[in-house]
Structure formats: C-alpha cells, structure tokens
C-alpha cells in the first residue's frame, strides 16, 4: 500500500504493463476518443503519489489536471464524502433545498475576492461554469457581444468552446459556433503578435492589447454592445500564459469604463494553486463573475459561478441544472477548503513553487531546448523550442521529455504548442519537488542529446 509519502518513484515494467495493456485495450474498444495523454492506468493514489495496476509508483505532477490540490485522497476529505453519502445522495438542490449548497455558497462567497454582496450558482463542471456565466451575462446586461482571448481555453461544450481559443482542434468541424464571440490577442510575454519582448516591456505590451480593444469598439464592435469579457489569470491550456501585472487592472478598469462584465475564469488556477487563494489576488483585482471547478472538491464533480449579486437572473426556470450542487460533492468542497486553510496550501504552494521555478531556472541555462521557463506557484511550465532565437516549436521534443519522464516515474500534462505543465498536489514536500526535478533533469538532458544527433 503507498502512503502519499514516498519521494522517489518506482518503475518495474514497461510501461503500460501486462495489467495495463488490457485496460486500455478495453478502453480503445468501448469508450469514446477524448483526450488520452500517456498509458498511465492507476490502481490507488494517495497524496503526490499514484501506483498503477502492475505495481510501478509514480509521482503525479498533473493532479488529475489541476483537481486533487490537496492530494490524492486526503482523509478528511474522503471522510466528508462518506458522512453526507450516509444521509443522502441526491435532492435536486436547484428544485428544493438542503443545507451543503447552502454552508458551501456561503464559504465560496466569504473567500473569493470582492466585498460585495455575491451569489453562487452550482453546476457540474468548468465548463457549465463557464456556460452560466454566459448566460449571465446576456441575461443582466441585455447585451449580446461576449470577448475571449486568443488562446484561451474556457470548455468544449457549445458555449463554451466559442469562448476557446487554444487549440485548432478543439472547434474543427464543429461550426457555427455560439455567435457573438469576438477574441482579442492576450498579452503573452515570451511571444505576441506585436513581437515585443513583455519581459523587458511588460507596460507597452498591455499598452497594445487595450489599444487594440479599444480600436475593435470604435471600428466594429460597439462597446455598449459587449456583455462581458472573459478571461484566464494564467492561460491554461493556451500554454500556462502569465500576463504582466498591469494588464488586469487595466483590463477591468476598461470593462467599468462600458459597464462591461470581468468575468474570470479560475477553473485551473483557483484554490491555491498559483500561491494565492485565487489568481487575481496576485494582481488585486475583483471580478464580477468567477468562473470555478477543478480543485474545488478535490475530486468530486462541481462547478461554481459566483458573481456579484447585482446581476443575480432573478426569475425562476431562466436557468437551472439537475446535479449541480451535488450534496456529496458539497460536502468534499467544503472539506476541501478547511484543508487547504487548515493546513496552509496555498503558502505551501508558493514555497513550493519557488523550489521548483528555481530548479528549472538552473536547467534552461544548461539546454538550450528550453526557451520559456514560467508560471506562478505550483502552476509551472517550460516551453520547449528547436531554437531560442526564432522560438520555433518543438513539440516532438516536448513530447519525447515526457515519455522518458513517464518512463522513470513521473506522469506529466502537455499545454500550449510545446509546452509542459507541472501542477503537483499543494501537499507536495520539497523532497518530492527535488525527486520530480532530478528526473526531469534527466529525461531533459537525454532528450536534448537525441534532439541534437
């Protein structure tokens, strides 16, 4: 039985395994495509660590991607999860009432950023999140334009995927998609289309991207049209994307200048994972609408939307849900956040974070293959390119990094064109940080010398 608490990882087979092997061809013949990343098939995780089905133990640097921030399995969550399933499973809280939506609603409005009064709608996922906040919106404002970045990844449902903007293939064939979504470039620091270099001029880059809204208003999008504007603190799926931090002071003061809605979509950097309780609260700014999932209940599937309250539907049936607010994912909600304060996380994410920046710092002076290294907290990534002065893509690099990674024990996420993320459970020691660091270093070093014969 693992613990949670082994640092180093241990691989005894190939990989996928003999056990392995037959779960996943069972998974290729009866389940849908979606998004497979590597032949890890896990038999039990706790903590940083998960043991597959042939006994290898690896170290999870993708916490479920982005879900499990306080560990795999953590007992006072699990704990929470079996007491509420002993008093009920379901009661369709969006129909009648029942007290975890009502205590959880209470704590999401409490500690996420703003001082005004708030409302929490639940729903399944980040991506219904997302769609509730659209719905909002347009409902509040009587607007129809919404905006989006390029590059952002907001879900693939209907609604959602008009938002997203990361990846060709997450909208291919899939038009017409929801009208009334215009996207703007986001201020990525290491590669934009104004090619200014955001590291040294942090200030002008945000200077372009407001200039270019505000050129979008006066030219073909009226600004007392646009509902609301959403947006990633750090891109997600676009790449682990950190903006200059003028740019969301300056993007919500532009959305009060048209009574334009800031709708902040913290799906994959809420609850401690950047090092702040949420990611805004590193560039002090208060949305009017969060968009939040993921590591919200350490597992369980919820959503959450929570806005200020001034633009609350107030009628019944103009939206509604079946599931969301489960009471047992409530209930793992509300044991996921005692944890995360409780056993300070979110510092833990910082301090982390710091180690790990560091280490990855050290290794970009060594390989030249590694042109971006960036993030916030334990919400890390190093772009991989072919060149440093032209930044071409290397995603095949990217991609061989990651196998022998996989291969000497640590399961990693790809994101962006070459890019990987590092996202380990906030209960991660610096142990466990050094032990994933030595083999990245390895598989870095071993793919660099491939690269270069």
Request: with cysteine; net charge negative.
């Amino acid at each position: 039985m693992i613990t949670g608490n082994e640092v180093h990882p241990n691989v005894k087979t190939s990989l996928p395994g003999p056990k392995g092997k037959k779960i996943i061809a069972g998974d290729d013949e009866y389940l849908a495509t979606t998004t497979k990343a590597a032949p890890a098939v896990a038999d039990q995780a706790k903590g940083v660590v998960f043991e597959d089905v042939d006994g290898n133990t690896f170290l999870d640097f993708t916490s479920g991607i982005g879900v499990v921030n306080t560990g795999h399995c953590h007992p006072h969550v699990v704990e929470a999860i079996k007491n509420q399933a002993d008093r009920f499973l379901h009661f369709a809280g969006t129909d009648f009432y029942y007290d975890m939506q009502v205590n959880l609603a209470r704590r999401l409005t409490e500690i996420t950023p703003g001082t005004f009064d708030k409302k929490v709608y639940f729903g399944n996922s980040g991506a219904e999140a997302v769609e509730a906040a659209i719905k909002l919106a347009r409902w509040s404002t009587r607007r129809k334009f919404v905006l989006g970045f390029i590059g952002a990844f907001h879900g693939r449902t209907m609604g959602a995927v008009g938002l997203t903007a990361s990846k060709v293939v997450q909208k291919q064939h899939f038009f017409p998609w929801m009208p009334g979504v215009v996207h703007v470039p986001y201020p990525n620091p290491y590669r934009n289309v104004f090619h200014i270099d955001g590291y040294e001029e942090p200030d002008e880059l945000v200077n372009r991207v407001i200039d270019y809204i505000d050129e979008m208003f006066n030219k073909y999008v009226p600004a007392d049209e646009m509902a609301a504007i959403f947006v990633e603190p750090v891109q997600g799926e676009g790449g682990y994307i950190v903006p200059p931090a003028s740019f969301f002071p300056r993007l919500k003061k532009l959305c009060e200048d048209h009574g334009i809605l800031f709708v902040d979509d913290e799906v994959q950097a809420g609850f401690g994972r950047t090092g702040k309780l949420f990611a805004t609260d590193h560039f002090d700014v208060a949305p009017d609408v969060m968009a939040l999932s993921k590591a919200i209940a350490s597992g369980m599937p919820i959503g959450a939307t929570v806005l200020n309250a001034r633009y609350n539907f107030g009628v019944k049936g103009a939206h509604s849900t079946t599931f969301g607010g489960n009471p047992v994912a409530c209930a793992s909600a509300l044991a996921t956040i005692d944890v995360i304060q409780d056993e300070n996380l979110v510092d833990n994410a910082a301090r982390q974070g710091a180690v790990m920046r560091k280490r990855f710092e050290e290794m970009a002076e060594k390989y030249d293959i590694i042109g971006d290294v960036r993030g916030l907290g334990l919400m890390q990534a190093t772009e991989f390119v072919k060149d440093r002065s032209t930044k071409e893509f290397a995603p095949k690099v990217r991609d061989d990094i990651m196998e022998r990674a996989l291969k000497k024990g640590v399961l990693l996420l790809s994101c962006g064109e070459s890019a990987i993320r590092y996202i380990p459970p906030l209960t991660i020691t610096t142990e466990q940080i050094h032990a994933g660091m030595d083999v990245m270093e390895e598989a870095i070093k071993e793919a660099s010398r491939a690269a270069s014969c």
